[in-house]
């Protein structure tokens, strides 16, 4: 009897144990919550890009290496960021039970890990382009609130029940006073993020503008896109790409919220005049209209990253001209309101080719994720060289005198795109029956234009595919192809060619540091007819 009271006694203390140190992870992942919130509202009201999470994750993502961007990129694609901010709220999680652990042990050193926190939170506030004498505020006022949520908590978690037949006495922890305490300090935080939510007008004040906006009728029309320029192969992608399927790769984390009524593009640097373009300067300008397929730099061989669009914009050549470029100068560094950086050959933004600074996207104002107010679009230049979004400043300068925000970090200073091509039907793998097989895709070879596409079959000669109509040099071409498929797996493969420097190699390279090189290929499996 002895030993089983024993044995009671152990286990009993063991489910106590287990219960107070979940009550003190459950402390700190609540004042980890109340800390954000509070920090989020603090934020709202001084500085959007200094609440911590977003601080410290754009820090993050200047900080990261280029072969982590590189995977990052191919195994996220354009939801690298959501990635990103799910990897963070998992750490953050992890970090707040430690420091609800680590109070339970040790009240003062519980409160340290919740301010050292902040601390972190405060200092890559202070990192940001846009970062005030107020950027440490909202890391701090946050840390403060949750170490006194966690000492409160943890107070109540170890604050014991006396016992109703003998008030000298006590039953266990005081749970009801401990579950009272962290439903006020949850309700607390939920009001404080809705509270943070109603306070960001500069985030309402740009979504209102560019719900508002009628875009300026062009002095210059795109021409209508020709009836043949979609594939005749079902399932090949749009010739134009829907707003809400454009690819989206950037170093924002969250979407910049710029209100146009305080926008401004300085224009600077070797110039004979320095030109300021506000929002209704732009609006008044004499803009063009213009079809314009981008492409990023790490989009892999058969990749998605890129994207065709009509797009309504201001030639960046009558701007410069306004400006007076030195002789000497040979690049124009452009920059983001986030701090992004894009330097691009000056040349290219004062030839004939439509290189824009674009305020609308397929007939409507140009989306909040694409750049609004305006962004830059250069035919033929990998975006991380020339397609600068919420684009707030033009200096002209010279390579040898700047560097860009990819260039510091390994990517080349030039980013001509390189001439691509996919399989887009078939899918990889698909099964297929024996006969007429429709295969179609999709070439580009931006501000060269696309001449033809080959398709071969296993290692067998390369065969002419029908070209669809081109709607310009500066867009991407589709084509379709009927192959008499025979039983069991094939290899197909596709490359284009342009009337510059002739078909696109057949050498592999990766994305880093110009651009993925190498034939698209997929793998089919054919059955009897």
């Not at 009201?45 to 990261?64: E, K, N, Q, R």
């Not at 009272?180 to 007008?201: H, K, M, N, Q």
């Not at 224009?267 to 609006?283: M, N, R």
Request: proline fraction near 7%; aromatic fraction near 6%.
């Amino acid at each position: 009897m002895a030993t089983e009271a024993t044995t009671e006694a152990t286990t009993d203390a063991r489910s106590r144990r287990r219960r107070a140190l979940a009550r003190a992870a459950a402390s700190g992942v609540l004042a980890a919550g109340l800390t954000l919130a509070v920090a989020q509202l603090a934020a709202a009201l001084i500085a959007p890009s200094a609440a911590p999470l977003v601080a410290v994750g754009d820090a993050f993502v200047d900080a990261t290496p280029l072969w982590l961007k590189d995977l990052a990129v191919a195994t996220f694609g354009v939801n690298d960021k959501a990635a990103l901010f799910v990897g963070m709220t998992v750490v953050l999680i992890l970090l707040a039970a430690a420091s609800g652990l680590l109070a339970r042990r040790s009240h003062p050193a519980g409160t340290g890990a919740v301010l050292l926190l902040g601390v972190v939170g405060a200092v890559a506030a202070t990192t940001r382009p846009d970062a005030g004498p107020l950027a440490v505020v909202p890391s701090i006022t946050g840390a403060v609130a949750g170490a006194i949520a966690l000492r409160a908590l943890l107070v109540r978690s170890e604050r014991a029940t006396p016992s109703a037949l003998d008030p000298s006495r006590t039953t266990g922890p005081d749970r009801r006073g401990f579950l009272g305490a962290a439903s006020l300090v949850a309700v607390v935080a939920a009001l404080t993020a809705a509270a943070s939510t109603v306070a960001g007008s500069t985030g309402r004040a740009a979504a209102t503008a560019r719900d508002a906006l009628r875009l300026p009728r062009p002095v210059r029309a795109a021409p209508p896109v020709p009836t043949g320029a979609q594939s005749a192969t079902p399932g090949v992608v749009d010739v134009v790409t829907a707003n809400t399927d454009f690819y989206r790769i950037d170093t924002a984390l969250t979407v910049p919220r710029v209100d146009p009524a305080t926008w401004r593009l300085r224009v600077h640097g070797l110039v004979d005049h320095e030109v300021t373009l506000t929002w209704d300067d732009l609006l008044a300008a004499d803009l063009i209209e213009t079809y314009v397929t981008l492409a990023c730099v790490s989009n892999p061989i058969g990749g998605t990253l890129v994207g065709n669009a009509r797009w309504l914009g201001l030639p960046i050549r009558d701007l410069l001209a306004q400006a007076g470029p030195a002789p000497d100068a040979d690049m124009v560094l452009s920059t983001s309101v986030d701090g992004f950086t894009a330097s691009t050959p000056l040349g290219v933004l004062t030839d004939d080719r439509d290189a824009i600074l674009a305020i609308g996207m397929n007939g409507e104002p140009l989306p909040l994720a694409h750049g609004f107010p305006a962004r830059m679009v250069v035919p033929g230049l990998y975006g991380y060289v020339s397609a600068t979004k919420w684009v707030v400043d033009l200096e002209v300068t010279r390579f040898a005198d700047q560097v860009a925000y990819w260039t510091v970090r390994g990517w080349s200073a030039l980013g001509p795109v390189k001439t691509s091509s996919r399989i887009e039907v078939p899918r990889p793998g698909a099964r297929l029956t024996a006969g007429a097989v429709a295969v179609g895709g999709t070439a580009w070879a931006q501000h060269k234009g696309v001449s033809d596409v080959e398709i071969q079959v296993d290692d067998g000669a390369w065969q002419p595919a029908t070209m669809s109509d081109e709607i310009s040099i500066d867009t991407w071409r589709q084509w379709s192809f009927t192959w008499d498929a025979t039983p069991g797996e094939h290899l197909l493969r596709v490359r284009a060619s342009d009337p510059v420097d002739g078909p696109q190699t057949g050498d592999v390279a990766p994305v880093a540091p110009d651009g993925a090189t190498g034939w698209h290929e997929v793998t089919v499996v054919v059955d009897d007819a």
